[in-house]
């Protein structure tokens, strides 16, 4: 697999040279910028890369026929219709958006999305579909989260059109926390992709908080006639603290440091916007983030096992330490 993420890395950043050259490139020069770039590998890997673009349709040609002299430049785009206009690298990104789509496989809106790449594909010519083809032997997705329920299209189509027209929606509603089932009164904001899974951020209009519900979990759903008039919170605001899909109300900065042998695969991820990596001795690092407490909180420390320590506030490190000692006592009970 790192072969294959190798490949595409280095196939990104030759269209990524060539799209915005000016000019044309020789061969000597692509290798030496891609190198600048860390793609250490020979000339005839560069040839073979430039001439499977143009053979897959992408709109590449040399010019010139001594090899040592010959140039090559990228045309700035490929023409699917009169009205539909791709970049070379947007061509490329057609095929890793469809593979990242995966996990909605089991929505029922997974067939439209599937039907605009099937009308894209038509329209690409027999080189460029051919060459999608063979990149499904190259690269592999992994699928992530799926809804294991599924989702009602009809209580789908309703929510969205509560969300678009700003009335107040009705649903019997399960709540996870209580484990009750009740019908719900909720100022729709906006439907919210998050973790695998789709939920509908929205005021409760029995407490006035703005709040998570999950789509499979609505029986029913009903627009009503009355038109909803709080302000809707954007997702940059109601989840500036968040991890995930919990959402609180006070930020506090959360000091966690790290083992060396998690540290590269913590330090090469983006968890939250706020995080600022700090290296410290024998490869460990230190990674400070401004968060509120949330339970994905504890359960990203938790995953890291005892490759993690939380530095600061002491609340954090607490309920973490009494988790994890939980856990150990089902596992003691166990083995008993």
């Known amino acids: ?11 990104l950043s030759l269209l990524d040279l060539l799209d915005g050259a000016a000019r044309a490139y020789t061969v000597n020069e692509l290798h030496e910028q891609l190198a600048d770039r860390g793609h250490e590998y020979d000339k005839r890997t560069v040839y073979r890369d430039l001439e499977a673009l143009s053979q897959a349709g992408f709109p590449l040609q040399p010019e010139g026929t001594d090899q040592n002299a010959q140039t090559w430049k990228l045309d700035r785009s490929a023409r699917i219709s009169d009205y539909l206009v791709l970049t070379a690298r947007e061509l490329f990104a057609l095929y890793l958006s469809k593979g990242v789509l995966a996990p909605l496989q089991s929505t029922p809106f997974y067939e439209d999305i599937s039907r605009v790449f099937q009308k894209l594909e038509r329209h690409l010519g027999l080189r460029a579909n051919t060459y999608l083809d063979s990149l499904e032997n190259e690269i592999k997705f992994e699928p992530g989260p799926q809804w294991g329920l599924g989702l009602n299209a009809e209580i789908l189509e309703t929510v969205r059109a509560a969300c678009a027209e700003g009335h107040i929606l009705e649903t019997l ?10 019908v719900r009164r909720l100022g729709a904001h906006y439907l919210y992709y998050a973790k695998g899974g789709l939920y509908l951020v929205a005021e409760d209009l029995a407490d006035q908080k703005v709040k998570m519900f999950a789509i499979p979990r609505m029986k029913n759903a009903v627009m009503t006639e009355e038109a909803y008039e709080g302000e809707v919170k954007t997702p940059e605001v109601l989840f500036q603290g968040s991890m995930g899909v919990y959402s609180g109300e006070k930020l506090i900065e959360v000091v966690v440091e790290f083992e060396a042998e998690v540290a590269p695969y913590v330090r090469e991820r983006r968890w939250h916007s706020s995080q600022r990596v700090t290296a410290l001795e024998g490869g460990r690092i230190r990674v400070n983030l401004e968060l509120a407490e949330t339970p994905e909180l504890y359960y990203w420390i938790l995953g890291f096992a005892s490759y993690a320590k939380v530095i600061s506030p002491p609340t954090v490190a607490d309920q973490v330490a009494t988790m994890a000692n939980d856990t150990a006592k089902r596992y003691q009970k166990q083995g008993a």
């Open 1 to 11: 697999m790192a072969g294959r993420n190798s490949q595409v890395a280095r196939i």
């Open 173 to 182: 509603y399960y709540s996870a926390n209580t484990k009750t089932e009740r």
